[in-house]
């Protein structure tokens, strides 16, 4: 009867994960009307002296800790490479440069906000969510802290407040939609004195970043990073050396949602809440665990059978 009840179960298991995986294929979370109009940023590295005005800006948009502006100055910083954490929403990193020693590439990063985010794909509950004018924000009143976000992102960028007990939250750039709200400029771009960061329309931007590059192509790599990758993303970089010198990702052209949303919507889809799934889980672990408890109960058996027998 118990070989019967394990075979019964592991069918119906099986089948469960078969409807899931079935029925997931019609679930498309990151899909979204966008507006023709949506905004970008380009980043144009060969203008940036790496004042890091931005990174104070931002936080000091965000309501995080920050020193004095002054203290920006400070060239230590780029002695190691950095990624934007709960505490920083973004980072400029210090390149070297082939063409010219004297003066090296910085490069600013953030979140990318892609056009088929992959963060908004996992997210099981929707607090992730892609507006029409292209930016990427996150609603800290429906996450319930599974960080699958931070899992699926292909440029790794969302952060999770790891030191805060009491209401973490999930850290990222939400690309000042608050501030644009209100009619105002990204905090970073209204702060960039070289104009490295150009704020508009991504389908202009892509247009002044093919003449920035065709008008100096002794300077500029013809790649607009961004353009194309992972579907698209609003934030764009032309740069002077290769980007994967610069440590940004080589992606595909292939939007990013795939397997995760494919899989998770696909649970939600069918009604299976986490708790069913966790009751799933270790019902499974537990008819495991007692397969090997009766396997080596009878290799023990044998064991002591054999030695009567000599």
């Excluded at 507006?35 to 936080?59: P, Q, Y």
């Excluded at 709960?86 to 070297?96: H, I, Q, Y």
């Amino acid at each position: 009867m118990k070989n019967l009840n394990r075979r019964d179960f592991f069918k119906s298991a099986a089948a469960g994960v078969s409807m899931v995986t079935i029925g997931a294929a019609s679930v498309k979370g990151a899909d979204k009307r966008l507006s023709e109009d949506r905004v970008g940023v380009l980043v144009d590295t060969d203008v940036c002296v790496g004042c890091r005005h931005c990174e104070w800006a931002c936080k000091t948009a965000h309501d995080l800790p920050t020193a004095d502006l002054d203290n920006y100055s400070d060239k230590a910083v780029f002695k190691e490479y950095r990624r934007p954490d709960a505490g920083a929403l973004t980072v400029v990193n210090e390149f070297d440069n082939e063409k010219n020693p004297a003066l090296p590439v910085h490069l600013k990063i953030q979140c990318m906000h892609c056009e088929r985010p992959a963060c908004v794909s996992a997210c099981i509950v929707g607090a992730f969510a892609k507006r029409e004018d292209g930016s990427v924000v996150w609603d800290s009143d429906k996450c319930i802290g599974c960080r699958y976000c931070m899992v699926a992102c292909p440029f790794q960028i969302p952060t999770y407040d790891y030191d805060k007990a009491i209401q973490p939250m999930i850290r990222k750039c939400d690309f000042c939609s608050d501030r644009r709200d209100k009619g105002q400029l990204p905090a970073c771009v209204s702060i960039c004195p070289n104009e490295a960061l150009v704020f508009g329309k991504r389908v202009d931007l892509i247009q002044i970043a093919k003449s920035r590059i065709k008008r100096k192509s002794d300077v500029y790599v013809n790649h607009i990073y961004g353009e194309n990758e992972v579907g698209g993303t609003s934030w764009m970089y032309i740069a002077s050396k290769n980007f994967d010198k610069l440590k940004m990702p080589p992606l595909a052209l292939n939007p990013a949602p795939g397997i995760s949303e494919t899989i998770q919507h696909g649970i939600f889809a069918y009604f299976v809440p986490p708790v069913t799934l966790y009751a799933l889980l270790g019902l499974m672990m537990w008819v495991t665990k007692r397969r090997k408890s009766e396997k080596n109960e009878k290799l023990q058996e044998n064991n002591e059978e054999k030695g009567v027998k000599s």
